[in-house]
């Protein structure tokens, strides 16, 4: 549906990239430090029935034309719950139930299962970002109360658009990932450097034992990777997904990973372990990178192999970065052992916007003592980092 909006400008609201020129679309994509919001990786998401209205992900983009041009876009999604966002807001969605709210669906703006900051408006160069952010608002704003949608929710929102967007009245929800940063490092052994004695023999002893299992570590990026292990990647990611049941976050599709080898290999990072004389690796992560960033995605193996996940998903990964003069390497969800391996809680934020104007007023009454105790949180979580003389963490077993 295009709507008129000015003599400079016409609105669209898309529900497939297939509807924007790859071109087009990666002119505004490219530039951007993150590559989530990439037209290969969305589009990806589509014609792999990753994202689809069936798994509760429609894609509902926002695209601002001139003269036939595409000078802006938000990817979005009409959300029918609040799966594969790794932001959970089911306090807010029981609140909105005892208002009788109807939380979904809502308009959502993130990389679909992808939690990792970098979320804004997509503007070519040399606009009136200003102009052009009302004008995305107000589209939004009529489009969530046309179809009564509850609010709108941009996740890991890029630190400089967040202020911009504070400023059109979207309120900050604080929330913190686990990312590593070089701090200059040239070598591997920089890195164990500045750890604790116990921590540094710890993180040793945890290569070694992979080393002792037989394995060896590769790391093969580009056209190096056999096309074989993508699929093979499916199969890693679906073993670990199934080992958690219901918490296993499977949203991914078999497609998904095989339409990475012909559209995208260039972003692949595999880092894959191999027994001896093996010509198929028995474990294996995936990851991205773009320039200066490495993004940690997903992680297998078919053996239960002592010390092999650390290894593969932060060891090698760091050795790799360090290599290549990566400044920032954000390994993924969760933190149970990114902390004791240099990855300090680092802040992130979503923005909000409701539009009952009961759960607006609970959301804005509330939200800075929700601040302040993820704030809280991360302090106590960073006092702990193994950088000073504390307990050692148990060695593997």
């Given amino acids: 549906m295009v709507e008129p909006l000015k003599p400079r400008y016409s609105i669209a609201w898309i529900n497939s990239l297939d509807d924007v ?11 951007l430090q993150t590559p989530f919001f990439e037209w290969e990786w969305l589009h990806n998401m589509e014609t792999s029935g990753s994202t689809t209205a069936e798994s509760g992900w429609l894609p509902n983009h926002l695209t601002i034309w001139r003269d036939r041009n595409l000078i802006a876009t938000a990817p979005l999604y009409v959300k029918g719950h609040s799966y594969g966002e790794f932001v959970f807001d089911h306090q807010w969605a029981d609140v909105a139930a005892r208002l009788g709210v109807e939380y979904y669906p809502k308009l959502l703006g993130m990389s679909p299962f992808t939690p990792a900051e970098g979320y804004r408006f997509l503007m070519a160069p ?43 009245g979207f309120l900050s929800w604080l929330h913190h990932s ?5 701090q200059d490092y040239e070598t591997f052994d920089d890195y164990l450097g500045a750890f604790n004695a116990n921590q540094r023999r710890n993180i040793k002893r945890e290569r070694k034992a992979v080393e002792k299992a037989g394995l060896t570590i590769r790391t093969l990026t580009g ?39 012909p559209n995208y290999r260039d972003r692949v990072v595999f880092v894959a372990a191999y027994e001896e ?40 990964p760091i050795e790799w970065a360090i290599s290549k003069g990566i400044k920032t390497f954000d390994p993924g969800a969760g933190g149970r052992h990114k902390k004791r391996r240099g990855f300090p809680a680092t802040p992130n934020h979503s923005l909000h ?15 800075g003592q929700v601040n302040d105790m993820e704030q809280r949180e991360m302090d106590a979580i960073n006092q702990g980092l193994p950088f000073k003389q504390d307990e050692a963490e148990p060695e593997c077993k």
């Fill in 277 to 316: 004389k093996s010509p198929q690796p028995i474990g294996m992560s995936f990851c991205l990178t773009k320039g200066t960033n490495l993004y940690g995605r997903y992680w297998g193996s078919f053996q239960d192999i002592d010390c092999l996940h650390f290894d593969a998903c932060y060891y090698t």
């Fill in 223 to 261: 056209d190096n990777i056999p096309q074989a292990l993508f699929p093979l990647m499916y199969s890693f990611y679906s073993d670990t997904c199934d080992k958690f049941g219901w918490w296993g976050s499977k949203y991914l599709t078999p497609s998904f990973f095989e339409q990475l080898y």
């Fill in 126 to 168: 040399g606009e009136d970002e200003d102009e052009l952010t009302g004008i995305m608002v107000s589209a939004i704003d009529q489009f969530c109360v046309r179809n009564n949608l509850s609010g709108c929710n941009f996740l890991y929102a890029d630190p400089e658009w967040r202020l911009t967007m504070e400023r059109h």
């Fill in 353 to 367: 916007r409701f539009y009952d104007p009961r759960l607006a007023q609970v959301f804005r009454s509330y939200i």
């Fill in 21 to 31: 020129p790859q071109a087009e679309w990666d002119a505004l994509a490219v530039p």
């Fill in 178 to 182: 686990f990312i590593w940063q070089n």
